[in-house]
């Protein structure tokens, strides 16, 4: 039994089988779906692999604590199991902190990067763990409402009923795993490693993403250097791909 066979992580193929790979990581409180505006665009151009993080979807919760070694390794095992050597990644938030893992510790693996409303280190760690107790003493339920500010503007939380899809999402989402990721995510600090990264990666901000603002994009383009472009979407907050989604799929160059 291999590795990603052992994890039993919940995982999707689409597209063409001959295509170039690309990974699909999603944000804590999302399932794969985060990345249907997209899904459509990508099959046309890639073999496109999504997965499910742990606790996430039908994802088992696996023992914690968590590091991002961990879930990056994840996407490695996904990769050995299916036999692809090299893999372009997109990642959203968490999945953005995963993608610049891997650019770093296995580059020799990642085509190129899309990080998305993300960070190399968020410099709030009680922040972090405040909600990994409000998951574990209240369940994940208790988190919808602020998330939902965080991922979306007034404007769009007015005018789009597809929020309430993104509402069960992190109501659904395993109250210990999400515990497990946001501990996580308070300790990551990846500033030293993005030197090493040598993947084109392209870097995409929110405008008025109060989770990740575009000074974080921009520290990460900054310290990955002349490999690495920032892109920042208008009227966009924390799900960016999803608020902008036009917009965002223009800036994946697939025409």
Do not use: K
């Not at 990603?4 to 689409?14: A, D, K, P, S, V």
């Not at 999504?50 to 914690?64: A, E, F, I, K, T």
């Not at 199991?81 to 510790?105: D, K, N, Q, T």
């Not at 924390?238 to 799929?249: R, S």
Request: with cysteine; aromatic share 8%.
């Amino acid at each position: 039994m291999t590795r990603w066979e052992q994890l039993g992580l919940e995982w999707q193929e689409t597209g063409h089988a001959d295509a170039p790979v690309l990974v699909l990581s999603n944000a804590l409180g999302c399932t794969w779906e985060m990345w249907e505006p997209q899904l459509d665009a990508l099959n046309s151009a890639y073999h496109v692999l999504r997965y499910n993080q742990r606790g996430h979807g039908r994802s088992p919760v696996l023992p914690g604590p968590y590091t991002l070694a961990d879930l990056g390794a994840d996407v490695l095992a996904l990769l050995d199991y299916l036999e692809v050597p090299r893999a372009s990644f997109m990642g959203s938030s968490l999945g953005g902190m995963i993608g610049l893992w891997l650019g770093a510790h296995a580059g020799e693996r990642i085509e190129g990067l899309t990080v998305c409303c993300s960070s190399a280190w968020l410099g709030q760690e009680q922040v972090e763990l405040d909600r990994a107790a409000t998951a574990r003493e209240h369940g994940t339920n208790e988190l919808v409402s602020p998330t939902i500010e965080r991922w979306f503007t007034p404007h769009f939380r007015e005018w789009h009923a597809e929020t309430a899809i993104y509402s069960a999402m992190i109501a659904s989402t395993d109250d210990e795993a999400y515990a497990l990721c946001s501990e996580l995510t308070g300790r990551v600090d990846l500033r030293a490693d993005l030197p090493t990264i040598t993947a084109p990666t392209l870097v995409v901000a929110g405008a008025d993403d109060p989770a990740t603002p575009p000074e974080h994009s921009a520290a990460i383009v900054d310290g990955i250097g002349a490999n690495a472009r920032l892109e920042v979407l208008p009227h966009a907050a924390h799900l960016a791909n999803v608020e902008q989604a036009e917009a965002f799929t223009a800036l994946l160059g697939l025409d």
